[in-house]
């Protein structure tokens, strides 16, 4: 049983119902964001859901059977929205596209990355800063330092900065220069991190992990939710399986379960999903039909020089006429579900 | 190394082709189907192509660097198209649709989802015979009977039957009531029954082995192909691996994959593919976006009734909605490619 | 429920059973096998075990929960055993080893692969005479003229044969030269060939799916056990999984648990389920302590020159060490067992 | 290729070493341990070892190919041995035990565990004080709190403490308290905490990722290392695989591989591993016939009542039998290597 408490809701009223719960039998953890508080109730008997409704104090309140409470569709029936301060706004109506280079290299890039994104009036620019890599002898990003110039560019230019945090030790220093924080697929069930991202109030983009099940996944983004963050954006990024013909295996049958059980938005990276250039406009358009709310998708002036990932990468070029078509697509599916 | 011979070749011809290969190193083995007749040519020194291509009596030459060869897109660049005698044709220009039950269970089933498919100007309809169950004491299928009605009531309407073969021994008797023999996953590398496939004049739906890697899917095409058999569908269906939210995990990425190493049709079958009704449309758009040439959806009049797969399958309310969607994708799909 | 009945019971007697059991609600399916005769009785009613076990003709019942029924250990309590007519004998109490070549090649291998088996006391030799190859243009076997000696030798010097069979139509040919079928990992869900081998009076040596669940490979033995043949080995012999850094992953948790599950005997195949000739004998030996009732294993006299998995196979030499260290880890393992 | 330095060089002697390195095409980068100095020399040309070999101040050197350099078995090819101050040894002659609950839960619990390990003369106790739990809502430990008394009990009766890590925050409040740090499987490519904990001077128990591959299991080790810290302990603990029947899929594949290409002691985690009761003695026993150096196992005074992981847990009757069976494994294995 979840129950949503009225705004503004005396410290009195507050602990009678909890109160009144225990009584009845059932333990009640508070839940506070920004946009609300919250009582997640466990208890053994069955509730009478109508008898809790009409105490004074809350404002509404759902049976939620899922192991994860915040996040189920069970809770929240309508399609969760992120609004950003100048009114940006990533939900189901619109395709958001966030397009940048895999690592930033330096300030040259930027700058013809944001004007790229800027005629083609992309809003979300990614690029990471730091990188985890499998070997320690590798390119590990350019810290803080390469996010200044980054954000610098891209605020001058009303983009919006996606960027990489690894430890909870890093989201300080970023937050000034980053509107949505990006938590990659090797920290998706990295919970001290989930935890302190659940404190911050800036949207997190959660990717799953290369071997996590949804249910995994979804218990990563309650991890957030509950530490009081409302804003997390669910990303398949493809599973690891034995086919080892590409990069990953992209999971779309993610796309319409998490849609289905779950009301945050749902992106996809068919990047890392296929990882292999050729493939990745294909698997972007086909995330879209599968009903994504977003795609992520690596570009770089000339893919072959990247310190990183040059292989899945688009050039400009392959991007535009990638966008294009993404928006045409979308349009197909606002026009499908219409009908 | 591959050869195409020129068409009614002498045997003198050939041999002479055959003994200059051999003089250069190469050994040559004569594969021959309905259409062609191929050399494969297999040696350690490096080939002069232009050579052997200006000998008399060899049509076209290639090298092809692949383990598979005559499947192979090194072979043949324009895309292959399987031809009934009726003009009916499986082509990357139109979307195949093939819909049909799980299993044929009786006439009436199959005499109302014969006028469903016609209303809905649907030319091909699955429907299993022969059902291979993973457990000894299940229903497993009507038999040649069954066939004989569902071929009967098909054949009278202009609809070619598609029907799953488990075993050698049931070509024969089922060779005059189908017009496409399927392949279920179970069998994808049954070589014996494969072989045999390729001495058969029918065309082949030849679905990916559940845990099949792509590399060993297009070697299972290759020995239907070598024994004489050009007309091969590629069926992408779904994947073994962790995940268990669903019943298979739908592998998109072979979509592109396949189209781009191989010149025959590929298909999706989402309905075994995600195995959830109502994720089976989200997935046949993906697919259509991702590029396949057709797509295997199971429909029933009343999918709880359905004596097997009954959770994964459309009823004909939600078949005609998915067959009016699937065509607006297409259409956008070969709009875009255009542009 | 699973009913055994008396042997040598009059047809009346038994449709009699069959009858009281249909007034109390079950559906009877009678099983035969050269041991014993069984009813499968399916039901939805809570049995009364008790009144149908005082049955005339009723020698043995048990509720069995499992899908699978035959193959429980629901059923049967203690292990299974396979009996030859020599007296030789697959049991619990003594590890049997199944040595030889990946391919039989020519009768010079065979003759010095039984001396080898001779000298060191070895049982059964393992040799294939038909090949499953990934690519058709692979060697795929000697066929029946290769058998035909492989047996003459082996059973000029008390050496079993055990060969695998890969389709329906090459059982009778190869009968009377094997002493045990092998059913390779690709037909281990074929189910026309698990049919036809419980019709055989021969043992099977069942292979599990190189991507099978246990509850599938479980449910493929019920297949010939179903169809008349208790004689059934079970062997695991790797999966397939996301690690490439060795052919297969052998799975031993599979042993116990097949152990667990089934009174059938569980063999390992180390030589595929790890597929590098130096961590052959480790896993072999871990098998053991993991419970396996025997081994196979792979051996040439000149792994570099085997037509085929080479890599995995063990030199004379390696063979010699690897069988007493088998056998004095079998020795352990019976010593813990009864302190 | 790898070198290694004398002790006690100068500065100047080592800038000369880097600088000759340069001049030949070589980019060096130092590392540091407690033990030695290493520099890892990057470079495209053909290393003339020998000459490098002579310069003053080189101690020892080797070509690598290996992606990961100092953990190889390239570098060193003697077994690591990991020494405590009270000159407890973990090493290839004798197998090392440990055991201990999934989580601490109270004084009285570490209490009688302390007693049980001293009795079976075992000399490393686990307990986990960090849980990283899937729900935000489950018991996430006792914290440092519980490390204290945990650690105080096992000190006094001279018992190491094994006890997990899950973040950078963590090491320093542990510090005092552990004797060898434990990443679990979610952080094993949590690379700023291996990175740390390369700079701390207690050995690491670094498990390997539910779905990582041996290589980046290698790579996780080679951060530990290259920061400094040489005493690395690799655990296998099952992977994730399409099987359900058990918790993970113990890969003892992994036992003899990474033994083979690494210097480092292997352990195997077989609660883990295979994650059923029954399952675990004959899993562990096969862990030490397939080379492994130490195992994890847990246990309970009473498995049903413990707070996390009991269905795994092996009440001390079991483990007393294990720990038993284990040494006399241990005894076998040591005399046939020996033979």
Request: a negative charge; charged letters at 25%.
């Amino acid at each position: 049983m979840l129950i949503q408490l009225e705004e503004s809701l005396s410290a009195e009223l507050q602990d009678s119902i909890i109160e009144e719960l225990k009584t009845h039998g059932y333990k009640a953890s508070l839940v506070e964001t920004r946009q609300a508080q919250y009582l997640i109730c466990n208890g053994k008997k069955e509730a009478d859901i109508r008898y809790f409704g009409n105490l004074p104090g809350v404002k509404d309140i759902h049976i939620v059977e899922d192991a994860n409470k915040l996040v189920s569709r069970q809770w929240k029936v309508q399609d969760s929205e992120i609004r950003f301060d100048d009114e940006t706004l990533i939900s189901r109506d619109d395709l958001t596209i966030v397009m940048g280079p895999c690592s930033v290299e330096d300030e040259e890039q930027v700058i013809k990355t944001v004007e790229f994104l800027k005629e083609n009036n992309i809003k979300f620019m990614r690029g990471g800063i730091f990188k985890p890599r499998s070997s320690p002898y590798s390119f590990r990003g350019l810290g803080i330092e390469g996010l200044k110039f980054f954000s610098a560019h891209c605020r001058a230019n009303g983009i919006k900065v996606v960027s990489e945090v690894m430890q909870v030790s890093q989201i300080e220093p970023m937050y000034d220069y980053v509107d949505v924080f990006q938590v990659g697929t090797r920290n998706s069930q990295n919970y001290n991190l989930l935890d302190e991202l659940g404190k911050a109030d800036k949207p997190v983009l959660l990717k799953r992990g290369m071997s996590g099940t949804l249910q995994e996944f979804l218990a990563s983004a309650e991890y957030i939710f509950s530490n009081g963050n409302e804003n997390i954006i669910l990303c398949e990024r493809g599973i690891r399986t034995f086919e080892k013909a590409y990069r990953n295996t992209m999971d779309l049958n993610a796309i319409p379960f998490l849609r289905d059980k779950s009301h945050l938005p749902v992106f996809s990276d068919p990047s890392h999903g296929v990882g292999i250039r050729n493939y990745v406009e294909p698997i972007a358009l086909a995330s879209v039909m599968a009903g994504a709310d977003g795609v992520l998708i690596e570009i770089h002036e000339c893919p072959p020089k990247a310190f990183s990932d040059g292989d899945q990468t688009l050039d400009f070029y392959q991007a535009r006429r990638a966008i294009q078509r993404l928006r045409e697509t979308m349009e197909l599916r606002k026009k499908l579900v219409v009908e």
